[in-house]
């Protein structure tokens, strides 16, 4: 019996951490500790999210929900391809790299946040600005991955494979494979950094639809509404943790199929 007991805990310790976390802030909220503008109550947390159910809530939170995640998910998608294509270019040419080097490593120094003034300016406060700050913070940690991971690669391989004969297509499919744990921890990395610069940049100026969870937050957080903040945190950290667990579950199946 007690083996049987370690190994669940062993097994399921997030869970269990997650749920004393929890139990922990439901003490503390209903303890007076701690006042409530500083820390919610979590029924009243729970009751703000429970909107999402209710068709004549006027305040529901999942619409700031999509259209953070969709800000996310496009600039992910830019600085990928930016990141990529630059980090598999900088990789093979290396005269192309010692020159650029300095240039993306001042690029990756700098805050996105300080970009975005100027991309607002530029594309007139449109998303296109959320989106570009969010590629702009992306794609030079991508291209810096990449780039080692390349230069890193044993030529010898790629170039019996081209004394053999293989196709373009089969040699360039056996770099993607050699590259895909880089590549795959470069998205790991830059998908947690698009949902930070998406919401943190909406925090510091609402987009035009109002559809935002930093703004949310940020209403919230001047309306002394700490239940709604905390929800809106919620939403975030839950965001983050889902979008990391796919790319960790993709991850792993490759992992197994390089192992077979």
Known sequence: MPETRRSLLARYAGIWGALGLVLLWFALARSGLVGRTL???????????????????SQRLLP????TLGRALLGFAWGMLL????????????????????????????????????FLVYFNYADRAYVGTIAFGCAPVVAITLSRARRRLGGVSFELLEVFGASRRARSLAMLMEL???LLLAARVALSLSLVIAVVT???????????????????????????????????????????????????SLSGRRAR
């Open 39 to 57: 820390l919610a109550d979590p029924l009243e947390v729970l009751a703000v999210l429970g909107r999402e159910f209710d068709p004549q809530a």
């Open 64 to 67: 700031h929900v999509l259209g």
């Open 83 to 118: 990141g990529v294509s630059a980090g598999l270019l900088l990789g093979r040419v290396e005269g192309l790299r010692r020159a650029s080097a300095p240039l993306v490593e001042f690029a990756r120094a700098v805050p996105p946040i300080m970009v975005f003034p100027l």
């Open 180 to 182: 895909s744990p880089s």
């Open 202 to 252: 909406e925090m510091v100026f609402a987009p035009r639809s109002g559809l935002a969870l930093g703004a949310y937050a940020k209403d919230a957080e001047m309306a002394f509404d700490t239940p709604a903040f905390y929800a809106a945190m919620l939403w975030i950290g839950g965001l983050g943790f889902a979008l990391n667990a796919l790319l960790a579950a993709l991850e792993h």
